[in-house]
């Protein structure tokens, strides 16, 4: 199993252009999640998908953002148009949709995409 | 409003004592905490987690205690490691609730050789 993969790993790119994260979820997995991770607040949960519909969008920052997700194997999340103040490390997570206990419980989270806004 | 707080961005502990790391929730509903750690340019791995309906769990060297009543949790990791030495996130989740977790902003440790 490959986990959870994102792309690109680092973005760069100038104020105002269009930005756009992949991620591919684990296979099985049903749910999906966007977090944004920031010195100040930590992880924050940006939007969240369960079988590939959109279930709570409520941390998407403004309507700069947006993201899609228009099979159970790809998501994508979308930033246009691109401000310095979005420079932050993007995290996709993706979890089989229950809770089950044990050490495989929770979240697998892919290695994230660096994005940088000059 | 951050409904899950840890309020000590950092903490520095000697290899082979206990490191203790702290979180507080304000939502009352929240029924399934959970422990992430977090390696420089990876994304968070899943440590430890705790149902509401028990008040400690244990994991070997990592213990996650958890205070209902004040809405307080915390990981115990003894001996400390040098290899423990990493950001850990706490997050806490409703389990009817679409499986939605919320995270803290989480506690770097370093641990000193």
């Known amino acids: 199993d490959a986990g959870v993969i994102q792309s690109p790993r680092h973005e760069v790119t100038e104020m105002g252009q269009e930005v756009t994260l992949r991620c591919k979820p684990i296979?099985?997995?049903?749910?999906l999640f966007w977090y944004r991770q920031t010195m100040m607040r930590g992880l924050e949960l940006l939007i969240y998908?369960?079988?590939?519909?959109?279930?709570?969008d409520s941390g998407m920052p403004e309507d700069r953002f947006s993201a899609k997700m228009p099979n159970a194997s790809f998501s994508t999340l979308k930033i246009q148009p691109s401000e310095p103040r979005d420079s932050a490390v993007y995290f996709c997570?993706?979890?089989?949709?229950?809770?089950?206990?044990?050490?495989?419980?929770?979240?697998?989270f892919g290695s994230g995409t660096r994005l940088t806004v000059v | 409003d951050q409904q899950v707080k840890q309020n000590s961005p950092s903490l520095s502990v000697q290899e082979g004592r206990i490191s203790i790391l702290n979180c507080d929730y304000t939502?009352?509903?929240?029924?399934?905490f959970l422990w992430y750690k977090k390696y420089p340019a990876e994304g968070p791995t899943f440590l430890i987690s705790i149902s509401s309906i028990k008040d400690k769990n244990e994991d070997g060297r990592f213990t996650v205690f958890l205070n209902k009543s004040a809405k307080h949790l915390s990981l115990h990791i003894v001996p400390s490691q040098p290899g423990d030495s990493a950001v850990y996130f706490c997050?806490?989740?409703?389990?009817?609730?679409?499986?939605?977790?919320?995270f803290g902003a989480g506690t770097r440790l370093f641990v000193k050789a």
């Open positions: 997050a806490a989740s409703v389990l009817t609730g679409g499986f939605k977790t919320i």
């Open positions: 998908f369960n079988n590939n519909v959109p279930i709570d």
């Open positions: 296979s099985g997995h049903n749910s």
């Open positions: 939502n009352s509903m929240f029924d399934y």
């Open positions: 997570a993706s979890s089989p949709g229950r809770i089950r206990q044990g050490r495989n419980s929770g979240y697998t």
